[in-house]
Structures are given as structure tokens and as C-alpha cells.
């Protein structure tokens, strides 16, 4: 039997066993909302900004092992998708984005509602795909969610123009893809796993560096038997928290611009590290030259070759899945029964507790006004370490990775590629739907929660009852943080006025609202807000806090790992031993 | 360093601009781009001269075949190749002109392919440096036109690109 495009499309998702389709329709797409009438199979979210709807289906992504899915019109729907596609590109985030398209024979004639919807996204895709005869739908969209879930995950749009949904085909499902020109790496190259092993056997200073291919890889079980095997010291990447348990005492914390002291530190000392699905990041090794400039020998596994030898050249590149290869790595290691010298690793461990010591996270109390970071440590308690976190982009996403321990992998949801302020909200309502028993965090900004803040109808509507901790700093802070260091106090356009009254403003949309302005009441409100009275609630939690308070530490541009700025009580401390003694292999 | 990649790519519709989009997004250089389609029809053959040092090189073969229409890559540098390109070049002819430019091409192997009584087409066939010492060998004020192709490459010997 024949049916339409669109039909078939609907047919598709099922197929593929889709939940939820987060979208907003349009002229293009209208064929494609009768079909979804049609059928029950799968839930539509109609959000109230395309842009939502894409960071909603990243986040489902983000926060499970499925592959969320928006739907959004042509012309200015495909647009404001647009920023939630290069976010989930920058992030490796699996997605299919649907787009409509005009009519085939108007394409090119500056018709009603036309965008090149495949030119605008073809550097922030994976691939994408322009569907041209109604017959070849069905092998486009599994082919859509194969190239989006395999090797190295990320965003796929797959644009249709509306005869194309209109038309009429048999309806076939393939059951596999094969794709001759495709082909993602899995296994890693024996050889070079062997090499890895005997180096960080051989390693005085060992070191794992732990990225958001661990995460996205499904590998935080193999990461921490590896870590716990060998006695290793672990960092994450941002991208990375909870692919290593963040409450665990192996763990250094995050490395990077704002990591800990010791994780950056040990970065720039070790003798042998290894990075695992994590890419040499510039927020995260900073200046490429610094950090080699203490000989160090390097593994790489990342199932993308590119992601190789890309800022920093390796000894040990191995290409594929890290579940795979550190499984193999494992293996080995258990036959063979060896273990790292016991005697260097405890002079390193030694060397990092002393680091750690300094505790460069220490921030001053105060009972008068609010610390972002006690809100973050607060909550942390109240939730048991057990909630999905999603973040904007600023200081309180920066405070957020610090202070909360992340214990899982898939708990953190933020935008660190692209650092697009407007993900935290539409993000925790895709976490949400994903996960309908967890409790739900979003850490945000009154800068960022303005970019998406539409979204509170979207979580009315479809009960995502998230419990939204805004610290308000009256600032985009980490603007002004930058204006106060590099730019002499002059804070250009980054103060935050006529801020709106966001209890109201919840209470508007149906919500609940509190304002905080004492530290004596933060305990108490977090712990009504995510009591059980209140757990089917969404709640707006705005806590006014220190609008001085600055992130650190903090690795200034053009500086290196162990040239970080500390906060106040490390002033004295610096990175002295190491500037004059650029021969650490005599320290341990 | 300059370098010359062959690669093969399905002959799709966009397929040509991926690649040329990621020349231009990721800041690498296109000195010369050829391409058209192969003995199958699924299949087109591009050539790319470019330059860049040895980490930008490698970068580049990487990312290209990262792009899920591409088949395979190769860095003709690598080993033996034949490099080829063509050149049309329209030249005044009158005069003592006519006679020197007619030496020229011979010199330089190639053919002329059009004439008028004030002009000459000549066809020229070899590596880019070759049609670049043409040009320069000649007076740039007879110059009228000048057409090249870029170059295509091919692997010497028994070596072959294909699936
Ligand atoms: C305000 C702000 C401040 C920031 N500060 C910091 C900071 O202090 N520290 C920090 O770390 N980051 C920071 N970032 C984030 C930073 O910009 C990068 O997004 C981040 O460091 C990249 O993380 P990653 O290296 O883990 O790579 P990801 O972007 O997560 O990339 C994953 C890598 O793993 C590979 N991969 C994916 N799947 C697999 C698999 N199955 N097997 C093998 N490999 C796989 C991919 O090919 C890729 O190379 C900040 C961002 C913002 C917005
Ligand atoms: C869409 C977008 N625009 C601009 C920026 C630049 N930017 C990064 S952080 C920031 C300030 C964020 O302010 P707020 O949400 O209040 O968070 P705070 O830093 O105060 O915690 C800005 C403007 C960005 N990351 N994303
Ligand atoms: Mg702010």
C-alpha cells in the first residue's frame, strides 16, 4: 500500500523507536503535522522556540542512550534551529533534525519561507541530507540515526521539501545501513594498545585525562576499573564529569582554565598520559607549546583520527571506541597481573596531596551575603549528589562543575563547545522527559535563563517538573569577571538591569517562585523546593547572590597549566617550585 | 610544502561543495581543485594541490575523510606520481611574433589549436610548473588569455586508487 512522505516519515521514527519529538510546525511541514495527528506511537512537544527544541533533543540525547529528534519548519524554523545543531555538533552529541523544505520546483526561486537549509548547517553537522524523491525517505532517515549514533556521535539534519512529504511510496524500513564511504572505527590497533600499556607501566608519573568521549562512549565503567587497577590519579575534562566518580579520592577534579590546582598541575608534570575521548581542548591545555614544554609521553584513544595529533602530536594514538579499547586494555592487564612502580606512584601521589593540600577550591564563607558556591555545595547535599544537572553558560556553569561532585556519567548536561547561554532550560526539560523519576537541576544565570525563558510554558504544558537555581549575580559575570581582570573594572554592557521579578514570572507561566536574598535561607528553601510537596513542581529558585564573587582558579589566555591565577588565600603560593626547576624528573 | 591528494567521492549533489566548505571553514589552502567523474558512474575523482606544513597536511587528509561522501584519500606525495595539467593559452600572433610564438610552442611540446591572422590558441599539456614556465618564457605582452585545468594526479607504476 502507498502512503505519503509524510507518512512514512512518522513510520520512520517509530521504527527507530523514537519517544518524544520535540518541534513547532509550519507551512512546510504541515503534511508532516497530520501524520503526527495520526498516530500515537510517539509524544510531541511543541516548545515555544526552535531553538528549545533542539537543545530539549540534545539533552535527551545527552541524558540517556537514545537519539532525541526535532522537527522544525523551513525558512526562519530551520533558522532558529540552527545554534542547538552547532551546540550538539561542538559537543558530539548524537540528533536527527528534521527540517521542512519548500516545494522541489520552488527550491532556488527565493520561494515563501526558503533557506538553504543544507548550506546553512553543513559545518555544523555531521552530515546532512536534502530528500528529493519521496522513495528514498525511509533508507535517508536510517541512515540519519546510524551516521548520528556511530563513531564519533553528532548532529544529522535531514531537510524535505513538502511535495516530497506529500507524494505517495510503499513503506519498507531497511534493516542494517551499509554505507561504503563509512565506516567508524571500533577496535583499536593491538600493537599500539600494547605500547600504551607498557608506557603507563613504566610511568613515574602517571596521569588520565578523562573527556566527554567516555561519556557519550558509554565507558565510565571501564575508565574507573582502569584507574583503580593501575592507582591512577584522574581528571575530567567539563565534558567528561561523571565518566570518573567526582566524590571519589583518585579523582583531582576538573582540569582546564577553571580545574583545580592539582589537576592542573599533575597535568603539566606527569611523564605519561593518557587521554581518553577528551581532545586536547585550548580551554583545556591552554598554550600547546607550555604544556609540552615539560617532556611528557602521550596516549591518545578517540575513535575520530582528526581529534589526533590536532593541538598536540602524541606517541600513541589509538584510534577507536574507548569502551573497546580500554576493555582490551583491561584484559591485558589482568592477564599479565602488572602494576605501575609502587614506589613512584606513591612519591606522585605524595607530590599531588601536597598540591591538593592548598585546596584551591576554598572560597570565604559569608553570613551576609550569598555565595554562588555554597548555593552549588548546598545543593549538592540536599540532592543527594544523585540529580541531573543542566547549566547555561557562565560563572554559575563553572561553579556548577566545581562544587558538584558528579558521581555518573550523563548527570552534567552543559554546552562547552559552544557555550550557548539558552541551553540550561530547554536542556533540563529534555533530561526530564528522558528521565521521568530523576530530579532535575537547571543552574543557571539571569542572563542566560532570559535566552530560553519562553521554555517555562514548554514545561507547564508537558509537566517537566525541573527545579530551576538561578544564581543571580545582577551581571553577566563571567563578562564582567573578564572586564575586571583584562579590561580595568570598565564593566562594558555587562551589567544585567530591569531584571524582571522571576517569582512572578514563574508564577505567570503556573510555576512556583522563591527569591533568596539570605544565606541563612538558602539550606532551607532548597530543601522545600526539592521536598516532596513541591516534587511535581516546577520551582524558580532566585537566589541573589555576591555579585563580586570571580571563578577560580583561572588560566589567563596565553598562559600556561601551572600559571593559573588562585584565589585569594594561594596568592603566596604560585607555581614557584616548578618556574625555577623546570627538571621535575628529579622531584619524585 | 606542496602537496597534491587524490580522492575519491561519491558523485553526489553536494558532495563537491563539503569539500570545498571545509577547505575554507578549517583555513586550508586550495591551490588547484579538479574534478569529474570516473568509469563508475557512483564515483567521481577529484585532485587538490594545496600546501601547508606537515601537521596541517595530515590534518586535512584526516578531516576529508572524516566527510561521510568520501571514499578514500591519498596524499600523492607520498610516493611516484605523475602529475598532469592543461593550459589554453590565447597569444598575439602578427608579426615577428607570429613566427617566435609558433617556436615557442614547439619548444614547449605544444599544439595550436586555433588561429586567426591576429592569434594563436595553443594547447599545453604538463606538470603546473611546466605551464608556468611557459608563460613566464614568453612576453607577458602577447599574452590575451590563459586558461588552466589545475592539475590531476595519478599514482605511477602499478598502484591504483579505487574501492
Ligand atoms: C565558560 C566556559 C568555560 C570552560 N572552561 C573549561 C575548563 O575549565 N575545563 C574544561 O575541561 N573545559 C572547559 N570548557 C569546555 C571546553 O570549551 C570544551 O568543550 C571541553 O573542554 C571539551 O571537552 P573534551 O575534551 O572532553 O571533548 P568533547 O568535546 O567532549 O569531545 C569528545 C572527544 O571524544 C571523542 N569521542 C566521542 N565518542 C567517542 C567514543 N565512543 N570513543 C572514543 N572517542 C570518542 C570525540 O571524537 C572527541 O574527540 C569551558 C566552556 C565554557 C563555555
Ligand atoms: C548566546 C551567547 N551569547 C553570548 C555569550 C557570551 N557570554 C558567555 S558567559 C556570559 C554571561 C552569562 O551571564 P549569566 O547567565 O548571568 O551567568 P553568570 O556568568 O553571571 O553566572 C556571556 C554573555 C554566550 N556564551 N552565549
Ligand atoms: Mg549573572
Given at each position: 500500500m502507498q502512503i505519503s512522505g509524510a507518512e512514512i516519515l512518522v513510520r520512520?521514527?517509530?521504527?527507530?523507536?523514537?519517544?518524544?519529538?520535540?518541534?513547532?510546525?509550519?507551512?512546510?511541514?504541515?503534511?508532516?503535522?497530520?501524520?503526527?495527528?495520526?498516530?500515537?506511537?510517539?509524544?510531541?512537544?511543541?516548545?515555544?522556540?526552535?531553538?528549545?527544541?533542539?537543545?530539549?533533543?540534545?539533552?535527551?540525547?545527552?541524558?540517556?542512550?537514545?537519539?532525541?529528534?526535532?522537527?522544525?519548519?523551513?525558512?526562519?524554523?530551520?533558522?532558529?534551529?540552527?545554534?542547538?545543531?552547532?551546540?550538539?555538533?561542538?559537543?558530539?552529541?548524537?540528533?536527527?533534525?528534521?527540517?521542512?523544505?519548500?516545494?522541489?520546483?520552488?527550491?532556488?526561486?527565493?520561494?515563501?519561507?526558503?533557506?538553504?537549509?543544507?548550506?546553512?548547517?553543513?559545518?555544523?553537522?555531521?552530515?546532512?541530507?536534502?530528500?528529493?524523491?519521496?522513495?528514498?525517505?525511509?533508507?535517508?532517515?536510517?541512515?540519519?540515526?546510524?551516521?548520528?549514533?556511530?563513531?564519533?556521535?553528532?548532529?544529522?539534519?535531514?531537510?524535505?521539501?513538502?511535495?516530497?512529504?506529500?507524494?505517495?511510496?510503499?513503506?519498507?524500513?531497511?534493516?542494517?545501513?551499509?554505507?561504503?564511504?563509512?565506516?567508524?572505527?571500533?577496535?583499536?590497533?593491538p600493537g599500539q594498545i600494547k605500547k600504551a600499556i607498557n608506557l603507563l607501566l613504566e610511568a613515574k608519573r602517571p596521569y588520565i585525562y578523562v573527556g566527554g568521549g567516555?561519556?557519550?562512549?558509554?565507558?565510565?565503567?571501564?575508565?574507573?576499573?582502569?584507574?583503580?587497577?593501575?592507582?591512577?590519579?584522574?581528571?575530567?575534562?567539563?565534558?567528561?564529569?561523571?565518566?570518573?566518580?567526582?566524590?571519589?579520592?583518585?579523582?583531582?577534579?576538573?582540569?582546564?582554565?577553571?580545574?583545580?590546582?592539582?589537576?592542573?598541575?599533575?597535568?603539566?608534570?606527569?611523564?605519561?598520559?593518557?587521554?581518553?575521548?577528551?581532545?586536547?581542548?585550548?580551554?583545556?591545555?591552554?598554550?600547546?607549546?607550555?604544556?609540552?614544554?615539560?617532556?611528557?609521553?602521550?596516549?591518545?584513544?578517540?575513535?575520530?583520527?582528526?581529534?589526533?595529533?590536532?593541538?598536540?602530536?602524541?606517541?600513541?594514538?589509538?584510534?577507536?571506541?574507548?569502551?573497546?579499547?580500554?576493555?582490551?586494555?583491561?584484559?591485558?592487564?589482568?592477564?599479565?597481573?602488572?602494576?605501575?612502580?609502587?614506589?613512584?606512584?606513591?612519591?606522585?601521589?605524595?607530590?599531588?596531596?601536597?598540591?591538593?593540600?592548598?585546596?584551591?577550591?576554598?572560597y570565604t564563607p559569608s553570613t551576609e551575603l550569598i555565595k554562588p558556591q555554597y548555593v552549588v555545595e548546598k545543593l549538592y547535599e540536599i540532592t543527594g549528589g544523585k540529580a541531573i544537572v543542566a547549566s547555561d553558560v557562565g560563572q554559575h556553569q563553572m561553579w556548577a562543575a566545581q562544587y558538584y561532585k558528579f558521581d555518573s556519567p550523563k548527570q552534567w548536561l552543559n554546552s562547552g563547545g559552544l557555550g550557548t547561554m539558552g541551553f540550561g532550560l530547554p536542556a533540563a526539560m529534555g533530561a526530564q522527559l528522558a528521565n521521568p523519576d530523576a530530579t532535575v537541576a537547571c543552574i543557571t544565570g539571569e542572563g542566560s535563563i532570559q535566552m530560553n525563558i519562553q521554555e517555562l510554558s514548554t514545561c507547564k504544558q508537558y509537566h517537566t517538573p525541573v527545579k530551576i537555581v538561578a544564581l543571580n549575580n545582577r551581571y553577566l559575570g563571567m563578562v564582567r569577571q573578564w572586564q575586571e581582570f583584562f579590561y580595568g573594572t570598565r564593566y562594558s554592557e555587562s551589567?544585567?538591569?530591569?531584571?524582571?521579578?522571576?517569582?512572578?514570572?514563574?508564577?505567570?507561566?503556573?510555576?512556583?517562585?522563591?527569591?533568596?536574598?539570605?544565606?541563612?535561607?538558602?539550606?532551607?528553601?532548597?530543601?522545600?523546593?526539592?521536598?516532596?510537596?513541591?516534587?511535581?513542581?516546577?520551582?524558580?529558585?532566585?537566589?541573589?547572590?555576591?555579585q563580586s564573587e570571580n571563578v577560580f582558579p583561572m588560566i589567563q589566555n596565553g598562559k600556561g597549566l601551572d600559571q593559573m591565577d588562585l584565589p585569594p588565600h594561594m596568592r603566596d603560593v604560585q607555581q614557584v617550585p616548578f618556574e625555577n626547576n623546570r627538571d621535575y624528573g628529579n622531584m619524585c | 610544502m606542496r602537496h597534491i591528494l587524490s580522492i575519491l567521492?561519491?558523485?553526489?549533489?553536494?558532495?563537491?561543495?563539503?569539500?570545498?566548505?571545509?577547505?575554507?571553514?578549517?583555513?586550508?589552502?586550495?591551490?588547484?581543485?579538479?574534478?569529474?567523474?570516473?568509469e563508475d558512474p557512483t564515483l567521481s575523482r577529484m585532485t587538490i594541490v594545496t600546501h601547508g606544513s606537515d601537521e596541517v597536511i595530515e590534518q586535512i587528509t584526516k578531516q576529508l575523510n572524516k566527510l561521510i561522501e568520501v571514499v578514500k584519500v591519498i596524499d600523492l606525495n607520498e610516493s611516484e606520481h605523475i602529475e598532469r595539467e592543461m593550459m589554453l593559452i590565447k597569444v598575439r600572433a602578427t608579426g615577428k611574433d607570429r613566427e617566435e610564438m609558433k617556436r615557442m610552442a614547439d619548444i614547449f611540446r605544444g599544439r595550436i589549436i586555433d588561429v586567426t591572422e591576429k592569434t594563436y590558441t595553443i594547447e599545453l599539456t604538463g606538470t603546473s610548473d611546466k605551464l608556468g614556465a611557459f608563460i613566464e618564457a614568453i612576453d607577458r605582452a602577447v599574452i590575451l588569455e590563459t586558461v588552466r585545468t589545475g592539475a590531476s594526479g595519478i599514482g605511477r607504476g602499478e598502484r591504483v586508487l579505487k574501492i
Open positions: 520512520c521514527l517509530q521504527e527507530e523507536g523514537v519517544e518524544f519529538l520535540f518541534g513547532y510546525p509550519g507551512g512546510a511541514v504541515l503534511e508532516i503535522y497530520d501524520a503526527i495527528f495520526r498516530q500515537e506511537k510517539f509524544k510531541h512537544v511543541l516548545v515555544r522556540h526552535e531553538q528549545a527544541a533542539v537543545h530539549a533533543a540534545d539533552a535527551y540525547s545527552r541524558s540517556s542512550d537514545k537519539v532525541g529528534v526535532a522537527l522544525v519548519t523551513s525558512g526562519p524554523g530551520a533558522t532558529n534551529a540552527v545554534t542547538g545543531i552547532a551546540t550538539a555538533y561542538m559537543d558530539s552529541i548524537p540528533m536527527v533534525v528534521i527540517s521542512g523544505q519548500v516545494a522541489t520546483p520552488a527550491i532556488g526561486l527565493d520561494a515563501f519561507q526558503e533557506v538553504d537549509m543544507v548550506g546553512i548547517t553543513r559545518p555544523c553537522v555531521k552530515h546532512n541530507f536534502l530528500v528529493k524523491d519521496v522513495n528514498d525517505i525511509a533508507d535517508t532517515i536510517k541512515k540519519a540515526f546510524y551516521i548520528a549514533k556511530s563513531g564519533r556521535p553528532g548532529p544529522v539534519v535531514v531537510d524535505i521539501p513538502k511535495d516530497v512529504t506529500q507524494q505517495r511510496a510503499e513503506f519498507h524500513y531497511p534493516e542494517s545501513v551499509h554505507i561504503r564511504s563509512y565506516v567508524p572505527a571500533t577496535r583499536g590497533h567516555a561519556v557519550q562512549g558509554n565507558a565510565a565503567a571501564e575508565v574507573t576499573e582502569l584507574v583503580k587497577s593501575l592507582g591512577l590519579p584522574c581528571t575530567n575534562t567539563l565534558m567528561g564529569l561523571g565518566a570518573y566518580p567526582g566524590s571519589d579520592p583518585q579523582f583531582l577534579g576538573m582540569l582546564g582554565m577553571h580545574g583545580t590546582y592539582e589537576a592542573n598541575m599533575a597535568m603539566q608534570y606527569c611523564d605519561v598520559l593518557i587521554a581518553v575521548g577528551a581532545r586536547f581542548d585550548d580551554r583545556v591545555i591552554s598554550v600547546p607549546s607550555h604544556f609540552l614544554s615539560q617532556p611528557k609521553k602521550i596516549i591518545h584513544i578517540d575513535v575520530d583520527p582528526s581529534s589526533i595529533s590536532k593541538r598536540v602530536k602524541v606517541d600513541v594514538p589509538i584510534v577507536g571506541d574507548v569502551k573497546h579499547v580500554l576493555r582490551e586494555m583491561l584484559d591485558i592487564l589482568r592477564q599479565s597481573g602488572q602494576k605501575p612502580d609502587a614506589q613512584h606512584l606513591a612519591n606522585w601521589w605524595k607530590q599531588i596531596e601536597e598540591w591538593r593540600g592548598h585546596n584551591s577550591l576554598l551589567y544585567m538591569d530591569a531584571l524582571p521579578d522571576f517569582v512572578k514570572v514563574a508564577e505567570a507561566y503556573g510555576h512556583v517562585g522563591f527569591k533568596i536574598e539570605n544565606p541563612s535561607d538558602v539550606e532551607p528553601v532548597l530543601r522545600e523546593a526539592f521536598g516532596p510537596a513541591l516534587k511535581e513542581r516546577l520551582v524558580f529558585l532566585d537566589f541573589r547572590t555576591d | 567521492l561519491e558523485n553526489e549533489a553536494g558532495a563537491l561543495s563539503r569539500v570545498v566548505g571545509l577547505f575554507s571553514a578549517r583555513a586550508y589552502n586550495i591551490d588547484s581543485l579538479t574534478v569529474s567523474t570516473t
